[in-house]
């Protein structure tokens, strides 16, 4: 009997030895932040930054001393769990065919079979899996960040108008400016003594800048801007698409070089360089007349069953049995162009998400594309018609509003992605890595 229990004991002790080690071993990843009920850890923290520094040697940059980029790299994480957090609440979800899809066009960039894109990533240390989780949680972050400022921007009549009188005054700004930006986040209500610390520190940026530092080091190590991790770089914009908050500061005149700051908006202290600037060519746009149809996958409604019904709906109108405009109104979940039968009327190409601005402009007039998937859901699409781009009252009124909620955009983002970390129970445990909101 003692025999036994002995021998019990052994294979009780044994069995729970993975388990003592797993324990030992979640014990070392530290719990660095609360974000409502979730954790982010210390190996979430590490993956990032291995894959920035990865990313940054790819590219033949240089990082500043990765100490310098643990708070803006938490500070990354809380706001992606934030968005993913909402995007779980209202339903948002990223369909299997629109990953694959946007997987397929990275390896696509890269020259890159699917089965080679795997291979490499596989090769740089990083699971595949979790490599296909992070872009579904990126494709997530955007569509919902989408989904929410998209509300927030109302955009008058009156000030269409104001921009419509501009362009048929001045012409289109087609100069493009590549610059980075550093932002020190200084609320309103600051006190004194604040305003002064914040002020110095900009200062001593803008020293460093023109004594030759880097500002996409500086950005990296000290921007709370949203592209701080990206080095404070927008790429190339046009005056028209630079965010609202820049453009007064950021003028035609700007020279590659200039350094644009200090300067205070209601988000902080903002520093801009341009890195380079191209442009001031006349370019003929080339507009299309379209229509489509869209439906949208649900739980009921699975991908593949989406893109049938698509299908059946597209033969229907190729045989004559059903006219586009009928199926528009009556299967169409695109609530503004179903009512007119799926036209979406004449637009620039570019407004348009990549794979339906791609196809309207590949795409012969008349014909009907074979189903399409893109962010909103799976389309067919038919061109009307092309043409060079019009400078109809119309026409100018829609370019207008694009430029208008561009240049709105960004800074609506940033407010509200402050305004959901407000409401939000968020508890930082390294206080070094704690970002002052005032």
Do not use: C
């Not at 089965?115 to 596989?122: F, G, K, Q, S, T």
């Not at 003594?193 to 002020?199: N, Q």
């Not at 129970?425 to 909101?437: D, L, S, T, V």
């Amino acid at each position: 009997m003692k025999l036994t229990k002995r021998f019990l004991s052994v294979l009780v002790l044994a069995s729970t030895l993975p388990q003592l080690a797993t324990a030992a071993e979640v014990q070392l990843d530290k719990i660095e932040a609360v974000v409502n009920k979730e954790l982010i850890l210390s190996s979430d923290m590490s993956n990032l930054k291995r894959d920035l520094i990865t990313r940054y040697k790819d590219s033949g940059q240089t990082l500043p001393d990765p100490k310098n980029i643990d708070k803006q790299i938490l500070d990354k994480l809380i706001s992606d769990k934030l968005q993913l957090q909402i995007a779980e609440r209202i339903g948002l979800r990223i369909s299997d065919a629109q990953l694959d899809q946007t997987i397929t066009e990275m390896a696509k960039k890269q020259n890159k079979t699917l089965n080679e894109l795997r291979a490499d990533i596989e090769a740089s240390g990083t699971n595949y899996k979790a490599f296909v989780a992070n872009i579904r949680d990126e494709l997530t972050i955007n569509e919902v960040r989408q989904v929410q400022v998209r509300r927030r921007i109302n955009i008058s009549d009156q000030e269409i108008q104001q921009v419509v009188d501009r362009i048929k005054e001045q012409g289109e700004q087609t100069t493009e400016f590549h610059f980075a930006h550093i932002l020190l986040k200084l609320s309103p209500e600051a006190s004194e003594e604040k305003r002064i610390a914040v002020t110095d520190e900009a200062n001593s940026l803008v020293e460093k800048i023109e004594n030759g530092a880097d500002i996409k080091q500086l950005a990296i190590a000290n921007s709370e801007g949203p592209k701080a991790l990206e080095g404070g770089d927008w790429g190339w914009r046009k005056l028209d698409s630079i965010p609202s908050l820049f453009v007064e500061n950021l003028q035609e005149s700007n020279k590659k070089g200039d350094i644009i700051g200090p300067f205070n908006t209601r988000m902080g202290v903002h520093i801009i360089q341009v890195l380079d600037k191209k442009g001031n060519d006349n370019v003929i746009t080339e507009e299309v007349n379209a229509r489509h149809i869209l439906v949208k996958p649900t739980i009921i409604l699975s991908d593949e069953k989406a893109k049938l019904l698509l299908t059946t709906l597209r033969q229907q109108i190729l045989s004559g049995t059903k006219t586009f405009d009928e199926l528009a109104k009556e299967y169409s979940q695109d609530p503004g162009s179903a009512v007119k039968g799926g036209e979406l009327g004449w637009a620039d190409p570019n407004m348009y998400v990549p794979e339906f601005r791609d196809l309207a402009q590949s795409q012969t007039i008349g014909e009907i594309s074979q189903p399409f998937h893109t962010m909103h859901g799976w389309h067919i699409l038919q061109v009307l018609d092309k043409r060079e781009s019009d400078t109809t009252e119309n026409a100018t009124k829609q370019k207008a509003y694009s430029m208008l909620f561009r240049q709105r955009f960004p800074a609506e983002a940033y407010a509200w992605l402050n305004e959901i970390r407000q409401e939000a129970y968020i508890k930082i445990n390294n206080p070094a890595y704690i970002i002052e909101e005032e």
